[in-house]
């Protein structure tokens, strides 16, 4: 079956830097928009960024400038670079990938299980 695999979460000062990645695996088909999004504690998960299979992007207004998502399309990988990371960037980012079955037109959406990241102030 489609499993998303998350990693690169941990705990970093305000300023800092990490990178998230995640890698799809247990499918042939195409995967058309792959993305990020994030989750506090209490809070509704929420739009990070998101990346097409030709590469427009899209951004949360609180990450632009600071958040650049990527992908590599032959590896089924989607990565998330963080800079100058802020405390309010602290939550359980999730990646999240649209694959699309051509031989019944049929889009199906997965998540993966969610990393932690914690900026500290």
């Known amino acids: 079956q489609v499993q998303l695999v998350e990693s690169g979460g941990g705990l970093v000062q305000a300023g800092g830097s990490l990178r998230l990645s995640c890698a799809v695996s247990g499918t042939t088909f195409s995967i058309n928009v792959m993305g990020w999004y994030r989750q506090a504690l209490g809070k509704q998960r929420d739009l990070v960024a998101t990346?097409?299979?030709?590469?427009?992007?899209n951004y949360a207004e609180s990450v632009k400038g600071r958040f650049t998502i990527s992908r590599d399309n032959a590896k089924k990988t989607v990565y998330l670079q963080m800079n100058s990371l802020k405390p309010e960037d602290t939550g359980v980012y999730y990646c999240?990938?649209?694959?699309?079955?051509?031989?019944?037109?049929?889009?199906?959406?997965?998540w993966g299980q969610g990393t932690q990241v914690t900026v500290s102030s």
């Open positions: 990346i097409t299979s030709g590469g427009t992007t």
């Open positions: 999240n990938a649209d694959v699309y079955d051509y031989l019944i037109a049929t889009s199906y959406n997965y």
